[in-house]
């Protein structure tokens, strides 16, 4: 009531989404023609690819255009193929859903898949961002654990083959491809400085140069950034997140508010999740910018009721809530 221009959801919604998907190919335009440095292109393109990720969130809930599946779709593959190191969002919608379910817990595939849970170690580091070898590496554990669920009675059947089926599912083929293709550029960039101090020979063949040369704007475009923005709501998500013990269907134990200073770098390219996604637990049917507006009241109220504030020793207890650890 306060804001009237807040009714105008689906309007807001979509200047926010056509705003961020303009700038972001323009941003790559003004690159391409040698106007802006790279580093300005993937800092910039990460920060709106940010945006573009809250968005696709309150379009998985169906905050935007409720009555119009067209629209709603037509924004869902804009936000998908702009950020193609994720998870296809159809299918993610599926998993995520069952992460408001289960959050927390040894099924709650979504968190898992970005490292939540884990110890921390170099490894943890290095598989935050990525989703392909990172979790091909992990999958055998995470299913074991899914068995193991479904024989304790703490899942359904039907529902354990649906989120194992869409978590695979969901990679094939955007999210592969465009890890594939960062993978040989990486490697293109590690082997290119090995042989400027050593020169030891060993080059890519012909045809993968060849593949990374054609993919060069997409790489500096889209993928870098997305890295960047990945990597840092990866970070943020799976250590605001609590796993392992945390009390079924207590939604205080299921996340904190991760806002201390030196996240800063990390929460302005997921455009500050760490201060709002602990509020969307208690309150889910809300847009990302409402989160934003009335943070300040949520946190007085969440602070009353026992949810916790940059509990950093979260980092030391691989996520668990509690001190003791598995
Ligand atoms: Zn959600
Ligand atoms: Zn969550």
Redesign the pocket.
């Known amino acids: 009531m306060k804001y009237p221009i807040l009714k105008h959801q689906n309007a807001i919604g979509f200047s926010i989404f056509a705003l961020a998907v303009c700038i972001s190919l323009l941003m790559g335009y003004l690159w391409y023609t040698g106007v802006v440095p790279a580093w300005v292109l993937i800092l910039v393109n990460a920060f709106l690819f940010g945006i573009l990720h809250e968005l696709e969130h309150d379009l998985i809930h169906f905050m935007y255009f409720k009555n119009n599946k067209f629209i709603q779709n037509y924004m869902l593959g804009w936000v998908w193929i702009l950020r193609p190191l994720t998870l296809n969002p159809w299918f993610r919608r599926t998993l995520h859903f069952h992460?408001?379910r289960f959050?927390g817990t040894l099924h709650d595939v979504e968190?898992r898949g970005v490292t939540n849970g884990e110890k921390w170690s170099l490894k943890r580091l290095i598989f935050t961002p990525d989703l392909v070898i990172g979790n091909l590496l992990r999958v055998t554990g995470l299913f074991r654990d899914i068995k193991r669920e479904v024989e304790n009675g703490n899942l359904k059947f039907e529902t354990a083959k649906k989120i194992k089926l869409y978590g695979v599912f969901g990679l094939i083929p955007l999210t592969i491809i465009s890890h594939i293709v960062l993978y040989l550029f990486s490697f293109d960039v590690i082997l290119d400085f090995i042989n400027s101090k050593f020169s030891t020979g060993i080059v890519l063949s012909e045809t993968l140069k060849a593949i990374i040369q054609w993919s060069n704007p997409i790489i500096y475009i889209v993928l870098l950034p997305n890295l960047l923005r990945q990597f840092s709501l990866h970070f943020i998500?799976s250590n605001l997140?609590y796993f392992g013990d945390v009390e079924k269907g207590n939604v205080v134990e299921?996340?904190q508010v991760l806002n201390v200073w030196w996240t800063y770098p990390f929460q302005i390219f997921c455009f500050f999740f760490g201060w709002t996604?602990a509020i969307?637990?208690f309150v889910v049917n809300e847009t990302f910018y409402v989160r934003h507006i009335a943070r300040k009241k949520a946190y007085e109220v969440m602070k009353a009721n026992g949810v916790r504030f940059n509990d950093l020793g979260t980092f030391k207890r691989a996520n668990r809530y509690h001190e003791t650890t598995k």
């Open positions: 992460h408001h959050s968190e998500t997140h299921q996340t996604h969307h637990h």
